[in-house]
């Protein structure tokens, strides 16, 4: 996955940014030779991410102060937490979330209020009772199968319901079924739903692996830690461990 989609790029001083990352590598790897619950996968993890984002040339630089360093890299393990838990608690794979969020972010969305919002479409329809119900004549007028889409994993379930929206052309009426399907957070999904149609394939292969994700929820914990026991002064770090 484009490291670019994950990290905020901020132009600056280059060699800057470069000094400072392989300052908050050494510290994290004397952390972690100290800490006796120090997860090697998340060290190992930790030093990847900051060797593409070297690579890709995310600058922070001399404008970029240690404090902003250190949560700079707590939003980036912080996602890895995000994706695990919404994958755990909705059902969607992590690798999906990961490979959507930033066509949510960049549409006013969140990778939450999607999660949220299939994870509650799909525990609906298995409450259907009558073909009267609006969600049933929504998912008919689409050509899709309830019991099918009923039974689907959540990823393949706002596959097809997402892709056979996309083909109705009246603005309109998609926005009327999409509602009776996703309920009122389809208004705000709607723009992203609409540039995802077509390419979740491709999405779910540009987002990290589960086991990327483990391992950056993994490294967040220690990267806590070790942010727990920083000392800022004068934009350096000091750590107490």
């Known amino acids: 996955m484009d490291i670019g989609e994950v990290v905020l790029r901020i132009e600056a001083n280059a060699q800057g940014i470069r000094q400072e990352l392989e300052k908050v590598v050494k510290q994290l790897d004397d952390f972690q030779n100290k800490a006796r619950t120090a997860d090697k996968q998340a060290s190992a993890s930790f030093n990847s991410m900051i060797a593409s984002a070297k690579s890709f040339g995310v600058a922070l630089g001399a404008s970029l102060g240690a404090a902003q360093l250190v949560n700079f890299t707590a939003s980036i393990f912080n996602l890895g937490g995000r994706l695990a838990d919404l994958s755990a608690r909705t059902g969607i794979s992590a690798t999906l979330l990961s490979g959507m969020k930033t066509t949510?972010?960049?549409?006013g969305s969140s990778i939450e209020s999607f999660a949220n919002a299939v994870s509650v479409a799909q525990k609906n329809l298995g409450d259907i009772e009558k073909a009267t119900d609006p969600?049933?004549?929504a998912i008919a007028h689409l050509g899709l199968n309830l019991d099918e889409l009923r039974n689907a994993s959540p990823d393949e379930f706002i596959?097809?319901?997402?892709?056979?929206?996309s083909n109705i052309q009246n603005p309109m009426e998609r926005a009327a079924v999409g509602a009776a399907i996703l309920g009122r957070q389809f208004k705000e999904l709607a723009p992203a739903l609409a540039e995802a149609a077509g390419r979740f394939d491709e999405l779910r292969e540009r987002g990290w692996s589960q086991e990327q994700i483990d391992a950056l929820d993994r490294a967040g914990?220690?990267?806590a830690e070790f942010a727990d026991n920083i000392t800022l002064y004068s934009g350096t770090f000091v750590t107490t461990v």
Do not use: P
Request: charged content about 25%; overall charge negative; hydrophobic content about 45%.
């Open 135 to 137: 969600a049933a004549q």
């Open 104 to 107: 949510l972010d960049q549409s």
């Open 159 to 165: 596959k097809q319901v997402t892709e056979a929206i």
């Open 221 to 223: 914990d220690a990267w």
